[in-house]
């Protein structure tokens, strides 16, 4: 058990030290843990989540396809054109993203709103920072909403084989999603009163933008339809555990063939590919690879058991504990190598309680997901939002960051906190 824990602490730190080379840290790891016999190559295979991985390359393609067309943009466009003044048009630009980024990957999110707001900040002579990092932080929550939403979701809705509706009504009592929207509208208030001074009205913003391709929108609805169909179907159909990624990589295969057929260009291919990220998927299978040999080796259990002694037994405790630990480590690191580990943590405390693990993995999932709201570099969204206004010449201090991010954080995830025990841990 010691060499496995070991090299796992060691990957961690070398993560966190040479961020840009996590895929390959994580993935060398994997195959150490092969080489090394603390996962049997028979096992392997078995350890990675298909599903996950075929899911999250499905939508970022197709999310690529969405961005191309220039939807996001007119829709954006088309919001503007309708709210009075600058405060409104910053609820409206955050809430706008938070839509978006329950469907579509939170970077892609804030890659297409991030433009928008800063056309609009131009035209009006407002600085646009504030407004970039109340789209990102937005986009961060809103990611847990749906079974689509973020890899995290994707992660952990694969966990429990969760369906695309369960993501709204599980176990006969309101889900995740109405537990982020209450965030949302809570987090919405604090974003109108930081911007209670930017009353500057809003006039023609000029030439709206042209959508070039529908079929992009169609597609990306007609994924979601799809999945919530699977949701429903049959337990005697016997699909196979990947339906969900099968489903998102036919829909972006059907994407392809039309765009080929349209532009008739090598490029028309390629492009959605590239926005593959590759990496990150690199960065999964090494992930998954690794806890399969942590799990072995038995750490995994040993750790629920520390966990169940530092807890008491007690469930509210350990819900407690696990949900503020999430926004505390979330804060620093990235959450889908946390969740990834944590995943199946909980699944050994619950064993080792004997209790329903659903009030723990959803106080996870709202933990990891918000707690990288607080510091600029808790999310790759935040990461992206900052790098989006650097080339645009702007500056982005610590404490507009925090100015935004801490009290948006926490008007998301006390509610959140007390309705998911509520809701399932009562």
């Known amino acids: 058990m010691l060499p496995a824990i070991l090299l796992f602490v060691l990957t961690y730190a070398l993560m966190l030290l040479f961020s840009n080379y996590r895929p390959y840290i994580a993935l060398t790891s994997g195959v150490l843990f092969i080489a090394f016999g603390m996962l049997p190559i028979s096992d392997a295979f078995g350890s ?46 955050s809430l706008f993203a938070g839509i978006i980024s329950a469907f579509v990957d939170n970077v892609a999110t804030v890659l297409m709103v991030a433009p928008v707001a800063i056309a609009v900040c131009r035209k009006l002579d407002t600085n646009p920072v504030p407004f970039i990092i109340s789209i990102a932080v937005s986009s961060n929550l809103q990611g847990a909403a749906t079974l689509v939403g973020d890899t ?49 009205p809003i006039h023609f913003l000029g030439a709206r933008t042209k959508v070039t391709d ?17 949701s429903f179907a049959p337990e005697n159909w016997n699909l196979p555990a990947e339906t969900n990624g099968l489903i998102c990589c036919s829909v972006l295969v059907v994407g392809l063939a039309i765009n080929v057929c349209r532009k008739r260009t090598s490029e028309a291919l390629l492009g959605p590919l590239k926005a593959i990220d590759f990496e990150t998927l ?64 909980i699944a050994g405390i619950a064993a080792e309680m004997g209790v329903d693990a659903t009030a723990l993995y959803f106080g996870l999932l709202s933990g990891a997901t918000l707690g990288g709201n607080c510091t600029p570099i808790g999310a790759s969204a935040n990461i992206a939002g900052i790098g989006i206004l650097r080339r645009e010449n702007y500056q982005v201090a610590n404490r507009d960051f ?5 009290p948006f954080t926490f008007a998301a995830i006390v509610p959140a906190y007390i309705l998911i025990w509520v809701l399932f841990g009562m």
């Open 282 to 345: 690199g960065l999964l299978v090494g992930l998954f690879l690794m806890i399969g040999g942590i799990t072995h080796e038995g750490v995994i259990d040993a750790l629920a058991r520390l966990l169940v002694k530092l807890g008491g037994g007690s469930l509210f405790l350990m819900y407690t504990i696990i949900v503020w630990a999430s926004v505390l480590i979330s804060a620093f690191i990235d959450n889908i190598p946390y969740v990834a580990t944590m995943i199946p943590v």
């Open 152 to 200: 995290t979701a994707i992660m952990l809705g694969s966990a429990l084989d969760m369906s695309f509706a369960d993501f709204f009504w599980y176990q006969g009592r309101p889900s995740m999603f109405f537990v982020v929207e209450l965030g949302a509208v809570l987090s919405a208030l604090i974003v109108w009163f930081l911007f209670r001074k930017e009353k500057k």
């Open 214 to 230: 529908f079929v992009p929108t169609v597609l990306l609805l007609g994924t979601i339809g799809l999945l919530i169909c699977a």
């Open 48 to 93: 990675l989540d298909l599903n996950v991985l075929l899911m999250i390359g499905g939508t970022m393609g197709l999310v690529r396809l969405f961005i191309d067309s220039h939807m996001p943009d007119r829709m954006a466009e088309w919001m503007m054109e309708r709210v009075p003044n600058v405060q409104w048009a910053a609820v409206c630009l």
């Open 402 to 406: 925090f100015r935004i991010g801490i």
